[in-house]
């Protein structure tokens, strides 16, 4: 009877287990922090070979083990196929600077959530596609091109404020409003205070202040990464962030998106070693809906500092050199 009666239990026990895995229960709670709030603080990497918008050979957000070890063949075509860096191959005649790509850091597999792997970032809409209106990606170079216009006669050599963002070491190729893994330094920090939350990347050592419970700041200027306000919804910390500089805007890094865009952030710790990060945009001016995308982060080493402004010999390089263009040009004439 005692046999009986603990098989039935242990029947019972994997039955509430199975029903609970098909429910996509999660029974892991979140350590929490003395002031209250869900423990989100670490070092934490966004690194995966899962890029933005679902290619096309793939018809499902989700893949087995099998499906994704077959797409894992030459590192050049992973980086065509999910990063588009296409244009830094050493061996194309066009890439007279880019990095080899065995520089890269775009991490062993795509990205890993509740035991499938996903061909896209974006989960909705269920194409994987960002969703533009008919005429979105004009509107979105026309307003580009409306801000480089600001700059009037000013040349792309003339000096250093015509040079992209990335060249003055101002604002990387790649994106952490949101987080959006690029081909290296795909890590972040979190710390956290009663009144603040503080987003630091590694590209470009940028930090984000989240202020927790306020209101978006009526300010006389616009912040590179935006003006972000937060609060907690149970054990996820949500970040609504809007007021983008036109410039980072104009420059395109990470996604598409107008000055209007806002952009909604959900980090949610589902266990010692994951936190599920999703984001939403909404932006009508270029969208027809708005559109959301899920990618887990993982703990990291740690983030190595990004001496951009130190190392940057290229930027005076590429001003002497149109210099002295200008000065065979003068003795030619």
């Known amino acids: ?27 892991y709670s979140t350590p929490m922090l003395d002031f209250g709030a869900p423990d989100l603080q670490g070092t934490w990497s966004y690194e995966t070979r899962t890029g933005l918008q679902r290619p096309a050979h793939y018809s499902e957000l989700e893949i087995d083990e099998g499906s994704m070890l077959s797409t894992l063949e030459p590192t050049s075509k992973i980086l065509d196929d999910y990063q588009n860096f296409g244009t830094n191959r050493k ?25 499938k792997y996903r061909t896209s970032i974006i989960i909705d809409p269920p194409d994987g596609r960002i969703p533009y209106r008919e005429q979105g990606a004009m509107i979105r170079r026309q307003q580009a091109n409306s801000v480089f216009q600001v700059q009037g006669s000013l040349g792309r050599s003339d000096g250093p404020e015509g040079r992209p963002l990335s060249d003055r070491c101002l604002k990387a190729f790649s994106s952490s409003t949101p ?16 009144d603040h939350v ?18 978006h700041h009526d300010l006389p200027y616009r912040k590179w990464l935006g003006d972000s306000v937060g609060y907690y919804d149970g054990e996820t910390l949500v970040v609504t962030t ?22 909604t952030e959900r980090f949610r710790r589902v266990s010692d070693d994951e936190i599920r990060y999703s984001f939403t945009i909404e932006d009508p001016e270029l969208y027809t809906d708005p559109w959301t995308g899920e990618m887990p982060m993982r703990p990291s080493s740690g983030l190595y500092e990004y001496s951009c402004h130190e190392g940057n010999r290229a930027l005076p390089g590429i001003l002497a050199g149109a210099r002295r263009l200008e000065i065979e040009e003068e003795m030619n004439r």
């Open 179 to 194: 987080f959006i893994s690029s081909v290296y330094n795909n890590n972040m920090q979190i710390i956290q205070s009663p």
């Open 1 to 27: 009877m005692c046999n009986m009666m603990k098989s039935c239990s242990l029947t019972l026990t994997l039955t509430g287990l199975v029903v609970s895995a098909a429910n996509g229960q999660n029974e």
């Open 198 to 215: 503080v987003l630091v990347v590694e590209m470009v050592h940028d930090a984000r202040i989240v202020k927790i419970d306020e209101s």
């Open 91 to 115: 061996n194309d005649p066009a890439n007279v600077g880019g990095y080899d790509p065995e520089y890269f850091s775009i991490g062993d597999s795509l990205a890993l959530i509740d035991g």
């Open 242 to 263: 809007k007021n983008f500089s036109e410039w980072e805007i104009a420059q395109g890094y990470g996604i598409n998106a107008s000055m209007n865009m806002v952009l």
